[in-house]
């Protein structure tokens, strides 16, 4: 059977992760996930490889065969895997867990390259648009910047995290300049939003910005 041109991959917590045909919305493809829900997919950037994140590790496939079968497992996360994603060329992935870290993994190598301490559960991880760092959120509601160039956090934004259930960060890209990084914060309060557009800017006195 010829494979649709255009491709909707789904998962839940039933345990499965399904492919559509996005034109008539036919099921054509079902992986079963026994292990555990998955809480997240990320397709890699040439389009081969799907990524299932569960708990607690991180399941590749191959999204032109017909395998059921991952064609690697990413295991050293203790907990839930919330937050996956791929650089730019897809030559390393990056993955955010609730066991409150932050981990990168080449994927022309076996194992974690590196890791990072969070000090809270992970709900989110961003690659920033020019591919050196990582930005994470957490269940505290607090924002870290990770420089993979310096191998550190170089910018942490911290909330009172016990009015905040949850956090979750997203890219502006707008023509502004350079030592300006541009955050926009969701926050979930008590069931209410509360939305702050943040800006970060490095080396200026922001409340509750540490440096």
């Known amino acids: 059977m010829t494979q649709?041109?255009?491709i909707l991959a789904t998962a839940s917590y039933d345990h499965t992760i399904r492919f559509w045909e996005a034109k008539s919305g036919r099921c054509?493809?079902?992986?079963?996930?026994?292990d555990s829900q998955v809480n997240r997919l990320e397709i890699t950037p040439d389009k081969r490889y799907l990524a299932a994140a569960g708990n607690p590790h991180i399941r590749l496939f191959d999204i032109?065969?017909?395998s059921p079968q991952p064609v690697m497992s990413y295991d050293s996360h203790t907990n839930n895997v919330m937050a996956v994603g791929f650089q730019c060329d897809g030559k390393w992935m990056y993955s955010g867990s609730e066991d409150?870290?932050?981990k990168i993994w080449d994927?022309?190598?076996p194992g974690c390259q590196r890791e990072?301490?969070?000090?809270g559960a992970v709900n989110t991880v961003v690659l920033h648009p020019n591919q050196t760092e990582l930005i994470s959120g957490d269940q505290n509601g607090n924002i870290r910047v990770w420089d993979l160039t310096a191998n550190s956090c170089s910018c942490e934004l911290v909330f009172f995290s016990f009015f905040y259930l949850h956090c979750t960060v997203y890219f502006f890209l707008f023509d502004l300049p350079f030592s300006m990084k541009n955050l926009y914060v969701r926050c979930l309060?008590?069931?209410h939003e509360l939305c702050a557009y943040v800006?970060?800017?490095?080396g200026s006195s922001v409340p509750y910005l540490k440096n």
């Open 28 to 34: 054509y493809r079902t992986i079963q996930y026994p």
């Open 64 to 66: 032109n065969s017909s």
């Open 4 to 6: 649709p041109s255009v």
């Open 116 to 119: 990072y301490e969070s000090r």
């Open 107 to 109: 994927l022309r190598a």
């Open 100 to 102: 409150g870290t932050v």
């Open 189 to 191: 309060l008590h069931q």
């Open 199 to 202: 800006g970060i800017y490095i």
